[in-house]
């Protein structure tokens, strides 16, 4: 089991919160430390133990899990771990959690995650909630896994009745937990068992480059409002003249015009970029669902009453083939330069905080 003499222990022998964090290229992810701040306040006790699984090659700045709130930092070190090959992790974490017993487990609902959550689950014979949104404690210290569910109109609460209760937890959701190089570093570091099991075997990583959406500070969505596949060409420029990637509604990925790596939304990618511009998207609550936390919405829309005018920032009612272009102009090459908010340098906003809407013709209305 986890944790100190006197961390509690469970009527199963199982005790104490256990973040399996994820690492790529050499890099410890973000979501491990969002991880480690929402685990920070689950804990049944303050002695608790909140411990942290890394599995990766050599070389690793493991100390920042703890510098981040970890107590242990389990590193089970070996090249093998440079590729995200689902088997080779799943038989080494099943085999932590087997001889450790931590009553939770938390892993980041990344593209890796999603896919490696549930084999783990599998193999230990327990429950899994995906995607949580939500994590809390209810009167027994039992973990609640709160989820969007019923196309996001609902809230789930699922509680496990197994051991470990496991749950993959939506990557920015929650603040990540603050840095303290004061706190103390503890590291064990194990090699990796070795299983017959393991049957693939991974031949060359393709970077999604820019199909990556997740991380990118400006987004120019498109939706049903663009007609053909070529129009995208238009977005994708005024993406690149803000330093962006262009994202896009699921009608579009299921008109085969994008692919799923570009769609945001409930069953796409969660963003939260500093500037996210909806062209022709109306505003569906599963799109809503991905895009939501940007720090500023724009939306261009024919339509007045489209929902995504109820969260924009700032609105252009009128049409895209018309608004697109003259953005372009405003803030692409020899037009004004948009600041780092996307908005052009002379632009003071709203001082009242309202949101406006400018039609296509010119012309606030507010
Ligand atoms: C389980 C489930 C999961 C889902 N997951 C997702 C998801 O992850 N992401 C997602 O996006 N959707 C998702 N959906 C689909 C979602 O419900 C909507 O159908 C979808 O978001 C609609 O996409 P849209 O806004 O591009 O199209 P529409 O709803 O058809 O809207 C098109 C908009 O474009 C405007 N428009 C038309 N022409 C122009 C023009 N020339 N200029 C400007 N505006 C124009 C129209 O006024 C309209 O508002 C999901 C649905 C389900 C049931």
Redesign the pocket.
């Known amino acids: 089991m986890m944790g100190g003499e006197n961390s509690m222990k469970n009527e199963n022998g199982f005790g104490g919160i256990l973040v399996i964090a994820e690492q790529c290229g050499g890099e410890i992810h973000r979501v491990s430390y969002e991880l480690l701040n929402k685990a920070s306040g689950l804990k049944r006790r303050p002695d608790t133990a909140l411990d942290c699984l890394l599995l990766g090659p050599a070389g690793l700045a493991a100390q920042e899990l703890n510098f981040r709130g970890a107590d242990t930092v389990y590193y089970i070190q070996g090249e093998e771990f440079e590729q995200q090959e689902e088997l080779f992790y799943k038989e080494n974490i099943v085999d932590f959690i087997r001889e450790k017993k931590p009553e939770t487990v938390l892993m980041g609902a990344t593209a890796f995650g999603r896919s490696l959550a549930p084999r783990v689950a599998a193999a230990l014979g327990t429950g899994l909630t995906a995607d949580c949104t939500d994590l809390q404690l209810d009167e027994d210290g039992r973990l609640i896994q709160i989820r969007p569910a019923f ?2 109109n609902i809230f789930a609460h699922i509680r496990t009745a197994a051991d470990p209760q496991m749950a993959t937890v939506r990557y920015k959701e929650f603040r990540e937990a603050k840095r303290d190089e004061k706190l103390p570093v503890k590291i064990e570091v194990r090699r990796p068992c070795r299983s017959a099991d393991v049957l693939s075997q991974v031949v060359e990583n393709i970077p999604l480059g820019d199909l990556d959406i997740s991380e990118a500070e400006v987004i120019v969505a ?6 053909r596949k070529e129009d995208l060409e238009m977005l994708s420029e005024l993406a690149q003249a803000l330093g962006g990637q262009l994202g ?7 008109a085969g015009m994008a692919p799923s790596a570009r ?7 969660r963003v939260k970029p500093k500037v996210y511009i ?10 809503l ?2 895009m939501k936390e940007s720090d500023m919405i724009v939306a ?4 007045p009453s ?3 005018f109820r969260l924009a920032d700032y609105g252009f009612v ?6 697109v272009p003259q953005m372009i102009a405003a803030w692409g090459k020899g037009g004004r330069q948009a600041d780092r908010s996307g908005r052009p340098a002379d632009d003071e906003g709203t001082a009242d905080g309202e949101r406006p809407v400018e039609s296509a013709e010119g012309g606030l209305e507010q």
Do not use: F, K, M
């Open positions: 196309s996001d498109a939706g049903r409002g663009v007609r896009v509604s699921r009608a579009l990925v299921d769609q945001v939304g409930y069953s796409g990618n909806a062209c022709g998207i109306s505003g569906a609550p599963q799109h669902a991905g261009v829309n024919t339509d489209a929902p995504i009128g049409d895209l083939y018309e608004i």
